[in-house]
């Protein structure tokens, strides 16, 4: 095998992945819901943050307290991951979706 094979010439041209004709549409319902759930969901959590741990103080619980409160969504989100990945395994996405999206919808309201 010859060395100059095995080289790549400096005129040759590599490709990056922005250079890939790819179009992607934003637009369709299964691309622009879960956007918009997860824009409107993190404006929610944006605004009752603040309000939630003023609200926590004014009942008396000190500040590790307030931390494990808002620390329990995270162990809400491990202990939920497994539990999904394994029901869509034997559930459509799309069903699975529409489930979290109520359930979602029903946390934020209450």
């Not at 080289?7 to 250079?19: A, G, Q, W, Y």
């Not at 790819?22 to 944006?46: D, E, M, R």
């Not at 008396?60 to 494990?68: A, K, W």
Request: glycine share 4%; hydrophobic share 50%; aromatic share 10%.
């Amino acid at each position: 095998m010859d060395l100059e094979e095995t080289t790549v010439s400096l005129n040759d041209e590599i490709l990056s992945p922005l250079d890939t004709d790819v179009k992607i549409n934003v637009l369709t319902p299964q691309a622009l819901i879960p956007t918009l759930s997860c824009i409107l969901g993190t404006i929610f959590l944006l605004f009752s943050e603040p309000i939630i741990s003023d609200h926590l103080i004014s009942l008396g619980l000190s500040s590790d307290h307030i931390g494990y409160v808002f620390a329990a969504s995270c162990l809400a989100y491990a202990l939920m991951a497994p539990i999904v990945g394994y029901l869509i395994q034997y559930f459509s996405k799309e069903r699975l979706s529409i489930l979290a999206y109520f359930l979602s919808t029903a946390a934020l309201l209450i």
